[in-house]
């Protein structure tokens, strides 16, 4: 079993408004991560992200492409201990950075 990890990922791009979101909370659920996913007013997503690393691992690559629509410029990944915040993941309200 991997070891748990916690993942915090800024993703910049035309990622807004192309079901980003939505398709990032059903591959996290699909690899049984919790955390969130939300807007930012920068135009840019953010995602937090918990759970065994290899499947944070496949979630930040998965990020690296997005969803159909989407395209993806660049991904900030920063690698942070697990903390064992979340029950499930969910897509949260606008934010700021």
Same mark, same amino acid.
């Given at each position: 079993?991997? !070891?748990?990890?916690?993942?915090?990922?800024?993703?910049?791009?035309?990622?807004?408004?192309?079901?980003?979101? +939505?398709?990032?909370?059903? #591959?996290?659920?699909?690899?049984?991560?919790?955390?969130?996913?939300?807007?930012? /007013?920068?135009?840019?997503? !953010?995602?937090?992200? #918990?759970?065994?690393? /290899?499947?944070?691992? #496949?979630?930040? =690559?998965?990020?690296?492409?997005?969803?159909?629509?989407?395209?993806?410029?660049?991904? =900030?990944?920063?690698?942070?201990? +697990?903390?064992? =915040?979340?029950?499930?993941?969910?897509?949260?309200?606008?934010?700021?950075?």
């Amino acid at each position: 079993m991997s !070891e748990k990890a916690r993942i915090s990922m800024i993703i910049s791009g035309r990622v807004q408004g192309v079901f980003f979101r +939505y398709k990032t909370q059903q #591959e996290a659920q699909k690899l049984g991560l919790t955390g969130w996913v939300r807007n930012l /007013d920068g135009g840019q997503v !953010e995602v937090l992200a #918990e759970g065994a690393k /290899d499947k944070l691992e #496949e979630l930040a =690559e998965w990020t690296k492409r997005g969803s159909r629509q989407a395209q993806v410029e660049k991904v =900030e990944i920063k690698w942070l201990a +697990y903390e064992g =915040e979340f029950k499930e993941f969910i897509i949260k309200e606008k934010g700021k950075r």
